[in-house]
């Protein structure tokens, strides 16, 4: 008899629903965390010149020795530590899952947290355990501890600063959790996707613990459309890693490309600074609207909560604006829209219809 995907596909992946993109042609987009900018003309004719120079008739450089040089430099990790790259921080996400799927192992985060670590430990088979923050956000650390004794999770995903609440939890807190985690064999990956925007990272403190793993990603810098993460941490880990890694997986063009952006790297940190002012314009600009709270955000993101999400979200949608409806994705984020700061023109449009949104 002839067997029917139902009979041949796990039925947790039948569950499942592919990961849902927006249309947002003809919108102002900011549903995303994308850096709404685009490059100085120099930097788009140096771009056009390394992408020419590109040798698309070879496979890519396999290790990206060159590409990682560029990424040490710009972001200055020091050589202790080894470099990882994934087409996308998600390829590196899904590297470690597989990489750690023993039969029953877990793989543990808080809720609400980026989405990727719930649906990558259930396409590999890992039982996902999801840890609640506290109602404002803040890591519930006793919580996170028993969880930890209770499922000895073989590696825990946090993200710092979170997403899609936008706050930094607390250092101290993540310290003990490495600790604890590490005292029952576990892995602990920082994800710090929004470090550009942040006012503190692990990185120099990466290496002091020996089961403590940093990722990044040039997504939210301004380049998410060359799908580039990196995993930054010691070379014993990363090289368990790196044999599940598809050979070439960093394609050519990317490689030019973000091996010329890290030679560049100023006009993207001008933009993230740009970035982060106009965060700040738009949280004072948004607590001063009657029913909205703004939760602060050390993202290029703010969340924000209203009376009706719903309502809100179709507003925004008719005024032509697309952001990201969070209600209904956890109970903690009830009514709450994320809203990606944009260019200052794209910041007053959105703050002008929310204020005749409620
Ligand atoms: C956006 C995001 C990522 C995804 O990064 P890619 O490199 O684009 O795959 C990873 N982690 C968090 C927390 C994010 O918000």
Known sequence: MMRMAADVIRPEIRALSSYPVQNAAGMIKLDAMENPFTFPASFRAGLAGALAGASLNRYPSAAAEELKCDLRQAMHIPDSLDILLGNGSDEIIQLIAMATARPGARLLSVEPAFVMFRMIATFCGLHYIGVRLRADFSLDLPAMLDAIQREQPAVTFIAYPNNPTGNLFDRAAIGEIISAAGHYGGLVVIDEAYF?????????????????LLMRTVSKLGLAGIRLGMLIGRAEWLVEFDKLRLPYNINALTQAAAGFAMRHYEPLLQQAELLKAERSRLAMALDRIDGIRCFPSEANFILIRVADAGHSFAHLVSRRILV?????????????????????????ALIA??????
């Open 196 to 212: 550009a925007f942040a006012r503190d990272t692990f990185l120099d403190q990466i290496a002091d613990y020996p089961n403590a």
């Open 324 to 348: 990201k409806n969070t209600s209904g994705s956890h109970p903690l984020l009830a009514n709450t829209l994320r809203l990606t700061v944009g260019t200052p023109a794209e910041n007053d």
């Open 353 to 358: 219809a929310l204020q005749t949104s409620t």
